[in-house]
C-alpha cells in the first residue's frame, strides 16, 4: 500500500491526526504525481481546504500549468471566492487546451455576476476554438434564453439537437419547444413537446405543452393534456385556472366552473382562481356565487383591484349603491387607487340623493373620462338634475357631435337652450 492509498484509508476511518502526518510527509516529498493523485481523491471525498492546500502547492511548482489553475478556480467558485477564480483563470494561456473549458468556466461566472456580454463573449471565443463542441452551443442558448432572446437560442438549441438530444441533464426537444413558444410559434412548438414526453415523462413538460396547446387555440389538446397531468399529480395548483379557460373557450361553462371548484379545494389561497370562478358564475347567470368569489378573492388580497372592479360593476349593475360605496372605501383602506372608484363613486351618490358629494366625485372623474360616452351621459343628466344647464349643454353639445344620429341629444340640447 502507497503512501496515497494510506493516507485516503485513514480519511476515511476518521484518523484524521495520523492522515494530516502522512499528508505533512507527501507535501514534503514534492512528489507532483502523489499531490496530484492525493488532492483529487480528496476532492471527492469532500476534503475541499486540504484539496486546496495541495493544488496551491502544485501550483507554486508549475505555475503554468493551467488545469491545475482550473481545478483551483472550481473550488474557489465553490467557496464564493469568484474573484479570485477570474483572476485564476485569466492566467491559462490561450495556447493551454485546457482554454476552452476556461472560457466556460469564465462564462458561468460572468453570468452569475449579470454581465451577460462579457459571458456570450466567452461562449462565443470558445465555440470559435471548439466549432463542433455542443456543450458551448447549448451554454450559448441557455444564456440567450435567459436574456429573451429566443430567436438566437433557438438557433444554438437547433444546433445541439442535430446531433444531441439531452446534455447536461436537459433536454433538448423540450428547449426548442420553449424557444418556440417565445416567439409565439406555439404549433410549430406542440411536435417537440411530443418528443420531450416520449424521452421522459416529466410533469413540469406536460404542464408547458398543456399551457403552448392553449396558447395556440388547440383548446380540446389543452383539456386532454392538463386532464393528464391533474391525473398525475392532482395538487399541481398551476393547471386548474388554465383547464377551466380552456373549457370555457369550448363553451363548457359547467366544467369550466368545476374546475375552478377542483382548483381551490387544492389552493384555497388562490385569488385568480376565485375571480376567475367569478366571472364564470356571472356567465352562468348565478350573480350572487359570483359575488362570493370576487369577495374571497379580495379577503386573500385586498388590494386586487381588478376583482375589486368586477365586484364593483356587479354592485352598480343590481343598483346597490351603498355597498358599492362600502366596497370602495374597503379597497381604498389597502391603498388602491382607480378613477373608476371616482365615476362609481358619483353614481352611487348621486342615487342615494347626496348631490354635493356626487358633484365633486364627478368633478374628479372628468379628465380620466372625458372622452367616454358613458360616463359623460351619467355626468350630462346629473347637472341638468342639478340645474347646471350650460355645463350640461357642453357635455351634449360633445356627446351629439361625436354622436350626430342621436335624436335624444338633439331633443335634450334643445330644451337646454330654451
Known amino acids: 500500500m502507497n503512501i ?5 484509508q485513514l480519511l476515511k476511518k476518521g484518523e484524521f491526526e495520523e492522515a494530516g502526518i502522512q ?5 514534503a516529498s514534492e512528489s507532483a504525481e502523489d499531490m496530484l493523485l492525493l488532492a483529487d481523491e480528496m476532492l471527492q471525498l469532500g476534503f475541499i481546504e486540504e484539496a486546496k492546500d495541495l493544488y496551491e502547492q502544485l501550483l507554486r511548482l508549475f505555475p503554468e500549468e493551467g488545469e491545475l489553475m482550473l481545478s483551483l ?7 464564493d471566492q469568484e474573484d479570485e477564480a477570474l483572476v485564476l483563470l485569466a492566467r491559462i494561456s490561450p495556447e493551454d487546451e485546457i482554454y476552452p473549458s ?12 449579470g454581465m451577460d456580454e462579457v459571458s456570450e463573449q466567452k461562449l462565443l471565443k470558445a465555440s470559435k476554438l471548439l466549432p463542433e463542441e455542443r456543450l458551448i452551443d447549448f451554454a450559448l442558448g441557455e444564456l440567450y434564453y435567459q436574456q429573451g432572446r429566443d430567436q438566437d437560442a433557438l438557433a444554438s ?35 417537440y413537446f411530443e418528443k420531450a414526453l416520449d424521452a421522459r415523462l416529466e ?3 406536460l404542464f408547458e405543452y398543456g399551457l403552448t396547446a392553449y396558447q395556440a387555440g388547440l383548446y380540446e389538446t389543452a383539456v386532454e393534456k392538463f386532464t393528464e397531468l391533474k391525473g398525475l399529480d392532482p395538487e399541481y395548483n398551476s393547471l386548474y385556472l388554465y383547464l377551466a379557460r380552456a373549457y370555457e373557450h369550448l363553451e363548457d361553462i359547467d366544467r369550466s366552473l368545476g374546475t375552478v371548484q377542483e382548483g381551490i379545494r387544492v389552493d384555497e389561497f388562490n385569488k385568480d382562481l376565485y375571480f376567475y370562478g367569478g366571472k364564470i358564475a356571472l356567465k352562468k347567470g348565478e350573480p350572487r356565487e359570483a359575488e362570493r368569489m370576487f369577495r374571497e378573492a379580495l379577503a386573500i388580497d385586498p388590494g386586487y383591484l381588478e376583482a375589486a372592479l368586477t365586484l364593483l360593476k356587479l354592485l352598480m349593475q343590481e343598483e346597490r349603491y351603498q355597498d358599492t360605496l362600502e366596497c370602495i372605501e374597503e379597497v381604498k383602506k389597502y391603498g388602491e ?3 373608476q372608484f371616482d365615476w362609481f363613486s358619483a353614481v ?5 340623493e347626496q348631490y354635493e358629494v356626487a358633484l365633486n366625485d364627478y368633478h374628479n372623474a372628468y379628465n380620466s373620462f372625458k372622452n367616454n360616452h358613458d360616463f359623460l351621459e351619467d355626468y350630462g343628466f346629473f347637472l341638468i338634475e342639478e340645474g347646471d344647464r350650460p355645463t350640461a349643454r357642453e357635455i351634449f353639445s360633445k356627446l351629439a357631435a361625436e354622436n350626430p344620429s342621436n335624436d335624444e341629444y338633439v331633443l335634450i340640447l334643445e330644451r337646454l337652450a330654451e
Open 4 to 8: 496515497v492509498e494510506k493516507t485516503l
Open 157 to 191: 438549441y437547433m444546433k445541439v439537437l442535430a446531433t444531441e438530444t439531452e446534455i447536461g441533464g436537459a433536454n433538448l426537444n423540450q428547449r426548442v419547444a420553449e424557444a418556440l413558444g417565445g416567439l409565439g410559434r406555439f404549433e410549430e412548438a406542440l411536435p
Open 337 to 339: 387607487e382607480d378613477p
Open 348 to 352: 352611487s351618490h348621486q342615487k342615494l
Open 203 to 205: 410533469i413540469n413538460t
Open 102 to 113: 476556461a472560457l466556460l468556466l469564465e462564462a458561468d461566472l460572468y453570468q452569475m455576476q
Open 23 to 27: 499528508i505533512a510527509r507527501i507535501k
Open 73 to 79: 478556480a472550481e473550488i474557489l467558485i465553490d467557496g
